[in-house]
């Protein structure tokens, strides 16, 4: 069974730029997370996702950051403009059933780097 | 605020040792905790899981311990192998499914 996918698994922006991340979960998962992981840091959690609903939200710095996941499948996480303290790896991860009470299970990762 | 944290950054052992890795909480109300392994390049990878109505609790080769008292969890890897060399985060999970992750610690195992 394939894992969460995370695409690209690396991006170098300049600062003021856009930069979008995708991301497809284990096929049937309805939980999906986004999460911020600064370097020696552990993951900080941006926005969870119940199928389509964004169910929790606070911690995403709504200003230059949204995602979305429209179809209650795949997401995709965008900053717009990306700042030099948006250099971190965004991780995504996803759980088979909402609620919150399962394993999450992480992608890979984008690694972010804004100059 | 609520805090997990872990007393070490880094933890040098030599291959077929045990490894301890501890962790620390501030919140006593705190019921659910899960150590995650990261390698370099991939995202966290669950280990073990403990709720706050164990003590103990053990797996393949790990084995977590949960002190309320003290509000101290410790993960116990035997037989360090070199594939166990990875970050180790102690994490909190939250209603609904957030989870609250400590700093890691870095296990590099010795040959």
């Known amino acids: 069974e394939a894992g969460v996918v995370q695409s690209p698994r690396y991006k170098i922006i300049e600062k003021k730029q856009p930069v979008a991340f995708w991301c497809n979960p284990i096929s049937g998962h309805n939980t999906l997370y986004w999460y911020l992981q600064n370097l020696g840091q552990g993951p900080e959690l941006l926005i969870r996702y119940e199928n389509e609903e964004a169910v929790d939200d606070s911690q995403l710095p709504k200003d230059r950051f949204s995602a979305e996941r429209l179809k209650g499948v795949d997401s995709t996480l965008k900053i717009q403009p990306a700042e030099l303290g948006d250099s971190a790896v965004y991780l995504c991860?996803?759980?088979?059933?909402?609620?919150?009470?399962?394993?999450?299970?992480f992608g890979p990762g984008t690694r972010l780097t804004v100059l | 605020g609520e805090s997990v944290g872990l007393h070490l950054p880094t933890l040098s052992v030599q291959e077929g040792d045990n490894s301890i890795i501890n962790c620390a909480y501030s919140?006593?109300?705190?019921?659910?905790f899960i150590w995650y392994k990261q390698e370099s390049g991939k995202g966290p990878q669950f280990i073990i899981d403990i709720r706050s109505n164990m003590d103990k609790r053990q797996g393949q080769r790990v084995t977590v311990l949960l002190n309320k008292t003290v509000k101290h969890l410790s993960l116990q890897i035997a037989a360090t192998q070199p594939g166990d060399s990875a970050v180790y985060f102690c994490?909190?999970?939250?209603?609904?499914?957030?989870?609250?992750f400590g700093q890691g610690t870095e296990l590099s195992v010795k040959p």
């Open positions: 994490a909190e999970k939250k209603e609904g499914g957030k989870l609250i």
């Open positions: 919140n006593s109300a705190s019921d659910y």
């Open positions: 991860a996803s759980s088979p059933r909402t609620g919150g009470t399962d394993t999450q299970y």
